[in-house]
């Protein structure tokens, strides 16, 4: 596991950045698994900029978000397809069919973990894949306890993660969500983690730490041998 750590979250956006454009540079048609929430904002903001000035950045690339909550249409403000539309998507020369994110609103949503993990294998898996780190060490949305063969399932979503991503819900925050797994992701070819600020020092010291338990899902990085960590305190 390959450590950077950043004087700023501006650096570290920077950083990551950085890697998601030289990755498809040295691959324009890479397959991203790439994450949402508050973390990843501004290096989207910087690929989107750096974008503008390279044309046809995301002519050929592929990819598959992490996840989706269950039971919210797309247009709903708090959807994960909504902030990639709003932070990427809308921004970039993606084709939206080569723009891949789980259908939380699926009438069977087995059906459609079985149908996204098979579009995932038949891109031909995932390259590079860029994860946020909540405070609990979940990756994607797979909780404490999640085995590290598990695929894509829906998954009971802790107290914990509803309130720390309550702010898009008006109080009605989806018990449940779609999440690739983490045997999914141990397969990307290489990855990199995002964590930034106070909220996320007790995860980084733990996952720094280097016990590998599934108690701590971050953990199953350690047993991939091509991930980069980065990390900023501010
Ligand atoms: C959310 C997402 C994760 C994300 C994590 C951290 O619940 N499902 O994919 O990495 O929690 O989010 P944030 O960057 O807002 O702290």
């Known amino acids: 596991m390959h450590w950077q750590t950043l004087s700023s979250y501006?650096?570290?956006?920077?950083?990551?950045?950085?890697?998601?454009?030289?990755?498809i540079r040295r691959d324009p048609r890479i397959v991203l698994g790439l994450p949402t929430g508050r973390t990843p904002v501004r290096m989207y903001e910087r690929v989107v900029a750096a974008c503008a000035r390279e044309y046809h950045c995301f002519r050929d690339v592929v990819t598959f978000n992490l996840?989706?909550?269950?039971?919210?249409?797309?247009?709903?403000?708090?959807?994960?397809?909504?902030?990639?539309?709003?932070?990427?998507?809308?921004?970039?020369?993606i084709e939206p069919t080569n723009a891949h994110i789980p259908n939380?609103?699926?009438?069977?949503?087995?059906?459609?973990?079985?149908?996204y993990e098979r579009a995932i294998a038949a891109a031909g898996g995932l390259g590079l894949t860029l994860l946020g780190?909540?405070?609990?060490?979940?990756?994607?949305?797979?909780?404490?306890?999640t085995p590290f063969d598990s695929r894509t399932r829906v998954v009971t979503l802790t107290e914990s993660?509803?309130?720390?991503?309550?702010?898009?819900?008006e109080g009605q925050v989806p018990t449940h969500?779609?999440?690739?797994?983490?045997?999914?992701?141990?397969?990307?070819?290489?990855?990199v983690l995002l964590a930034s600020g106070e909220k996320k020092r007790a995860a980084i010291e733990r996952l720094r730490s280097g016990e590998i338990t599934e108690?701590?899902?971050?953990?199953?990085?350690?047993?991939?041998a091509n991930v980069t960590v980065l990390t900023s305190m501010t």
């Open 10 to 23: 501006d650096a570290l956006s920077e950083r990551g950045a950085d890697l998601f454009l030289a990755a």
């Open 67 to 93: 996840d989706e909550y269950v039971g919210i249409e797309r247009t709903h403000p708090g959807s994960y397809y909504r902030f990639m539309k709003q932070h990427l998507f809308d921004f970039v020369d």
């Open 104 to 115: 939380g609103a699926a009438q069977d949503t087995i059906v459609e973990c079985a149908r």
């Open 133 to 145: 780190l909540g405070s609990n060490g979940h990756i994607a949305f797979n909780e404490p306890g």
């Open 161 to 169: 993660t509803r309130a720390a991503n309550a702010s898009l819900f």
């Open 177 to 191: 969500a779609i999440t690739i797994g983490i045997g999914t992701i141990l397969e990307s070819k290489s990855i």
């Open 215 to 224: 108690a701590f899902p971050a953990s199953a990085l350690w047993k991939h």
